[in-house]
């Protein structure tokens, strides 16, 4: 199958569907100014082992190490906008034309933007946990914890150090959430996938449910994808411009 370039195409199938869902990565917060992991020269991973950093045996046996990263990297994020790309997911939901947005982010940018029905497939930093007691806190008070920490560790008030509520390398997905993607992609009949690469396993076999149920599968992302040849649409362009395009022909 030869994929359309052509935004309208993607227009007329969300126009069509009964059930459309939206899956998105890094990609789409690019535009906010967020990089994104992979992208060699900008890439979050160019310089950095995540296996060093953002894995759960780094944060149990170096919570200062960890926090050195991901406290920087909270401060970042937690000043970031929405940008266009969010903002046309919020309204093709407010036109009834997509059903919910399941994303591999942890950047709070769709929340913000407004989408309601959203599924955080690695959990979000809009909040940080204890895994002794279960207290949770949200991100400002995590980070004046953090500044005031004379070890660079947030702590819990029982003491413990505290842990940002995202999925680390060598943790599993959150089971209500995968549970709730997985029942999406079964009732879907239109996936957009919108600037995700499709390599983190298991979140990139979800739209092959999809195909398997006989929908259709959109990819709108820079870089190359294993779904690219077994799509109805593939936009390669700049994310903004071309929701924006598909928005403009609806």
């Known amino acids: 199958m030869t994929a359309s370039t052509d935004p309208a195409r993607l227009a007329a199938l969300l126009g069509a ?7 998105t ?9 967020i990089p994104d992991f992979r992208t060699p020269g900008t890439g979050l ?41 969010h903002a046309v997911l919020v309204e093709l939901e407010r036109r009834g034309l997509l059903r919910a947005v399941v994303t591999q982010n942890i950047d709070m940018l769709h929340r ?5 029905e959203l599924v955080e497939m690695h959990g979000t930093i809009e909040h940080s946990s204890c895994l002794t007691c279960g207290a949770q806190y949200a991100l400002p008070e995590v980070q004046e914890r953090l500044a005031a920490a004379d070890d660079g560790v947030p702590p819990c008030d029982c003491g413990r150090p505290l ?13 209500d959430a995968m549970e709730r993607a997985i029942a999406l992609m079964e009732e879907a ?30 990819v709108v992302t820079a870089g190359r994808t294993h779904l690219d040849g077994r799509a109805a649409v593939r936009l390669g362009g700049d994310i903004v411009d071309e929701l924006r395009a598909v928005l403009a022909a609806l």
């Open 45 to 85: 991973w160019e310089n950095v082992d995540p296996m060093q950093v953002a894995h759960i045996d780094a944060w149990r046996a170096d919570p200062a190490r960890f926090w050195h990263f991901y406290g920087h990297r909270f401060q970042t994020l937690g000043d970031k906008q929405p940008n266009g790309a």
């Open 17 to 23: 569907a009964r059930f459309p869902v939206a899956l």
């Open 189 to 218: 009949d239109l996936l957009l996938c919108v600037g995700s690469s499709l390599e983190v396993h298991p979140v990139a076999g979800l739209p092959d449910i999809v195909l398997a149920g006989g929908g259709d599968v959109a």
């Open 112 to 116: 913000r933007a407004g989408t309601t």
């Open 25 to 33: 990565g890094a990609g789409i917060s690019v535009p906010s100014g």
């Open 163 to 175: 842990k940002p509520d995202v999925v680390l390398f060598g943790e599993h997905l959150p089971a």
